[in-house]
C-alpha cells in the first residue's frame, strides 16, 4: 500500500509545482494548498504507517517494536493547522490585491509597485556632505 502513497505523493509534487508557476493567483494559491498536503503525506509515509499493531512499547523493551510512530501523525495534526492558518491569510491577500487592482494575473499586478512601467538607470549614490558641525552656543 505505501508505494501507492508514494505515487501520490509525487504526482500531488508534480501539480502543486505546476499549479505554484501559474500566473493566475488562485491557482497559486491551490497549489500552496496542495504542497501543503503533499508534505503532510510525506510526514505520515515517513511514520511507518502500514503496521497495524498498536504503538505501545513492551514492558521491558525502551524502543517501539514495529508499531506505528505516533509523533509523525501529531506533526502532522499540527502542519494542518498551520499550513490552513497560510492559505487563508494568503487568500485574504490575494483577495485585497484584486479589489485594489482588479485582476488576479500576477503579471498585470506588477504594475503597482513604484516604477514598474518605467526603465530607468540605477540612481547614483549621494555623495555625502563634508561640512564640520559647529557646536551650539
Known amino acids: 500500500m505505501e508505494p501507492v502513497f508514494a505515487l501520490a505523493f509525487g504526482i500531488m509534487v ?5 499549479l505554484l508557476m501559474s500566473r493566475n493567483v488562485l491557482r497559486v494559491v491551490l497549489g500552496l494548498l ?14 511507518r504507517m502500514g503496521s ?8 521491558g523493551e525502551t524502543m517501539l517494536a514495529g508499531g506505528a510512530n505516533p509523533l509523525p501523525q501529531a506533526l502532522i495534526l499540527t502542519a494542518i493547522v498551520i499550513s490552513f ?3 487563508a491569510f494568503t487568500v485574504v491577500l490575494f483577495e485585497n490585491a484584486h479589489r485594489r487592482l482588479g485582476t488576479v494575473d500576477t503579471d498585470a499586478m506588477q504594475e503597482a509597485e513604484p516604477g514598474a512601467g ?20
Open 118 to 137: 518605467q526603465k530607468s538607470a540605477p540612481r547614483a549614490r549621494p555623495a555625502s556632505p563634508t561640512r564640520t558641525r559647529e557646536p551650539a552656543e
Open 14 to 18: 508534480a501539480v502543486a509545482a505546476y
Open 34 to 47: 496542495l504542497l501543503g498536503n503533499a508534505t503532510n503525506l510525506s510526514i505520515f509515509l515517513a511514520g
Open 52 to 59: 497495524r499493531t498498536p504503538p505501545l512499547v513492551p514492558v
Open 85 to 87: 492558518s497560510l492559505v
